[in-house]
């Protein structure tokens, strides 16, 4: 089996553990994982599966419109930043707090999610 499966597999398990290192690895011993067929100490976890599987539903479209909501988020926030700090005598908290909102959505929405992205 190669590593990547091995990967898919330790992904859905309760014994997942990750190493900044050497990358997923098994909580129970710290090693990365070595099993051929199947692994005996294999737990399934029903949340991350679930997880995984609404990554992997995303559509295209929906982490474009979301990549979308981030950048005129940020643009929004930013000018009302710099239309602040350009001292016209306003403070401009309708943009301000708008674009932190949009982009703020748009990284809940998963635009900033590298799983899935082409």
Known sequence: MTREENIKICNT???RGFDSSQGVICSL???LPAFEE???DYKFNEEEKARQEAVEAMTADDQEAARNDMLWGAVWCMGGIIATAADFGYIFWGAIVFG???FLR???NGGASSEGNS
């Open 106 to 108: 748009g990284i809940s």
């Open 100 to 102: 932190g909102f949009q």
């Open 13 to 15: 398990c309760k014994n």
């Open 29 to 31: 011993s710290s090693a």
């Open 38 to 40: 199947s692994c005996e």
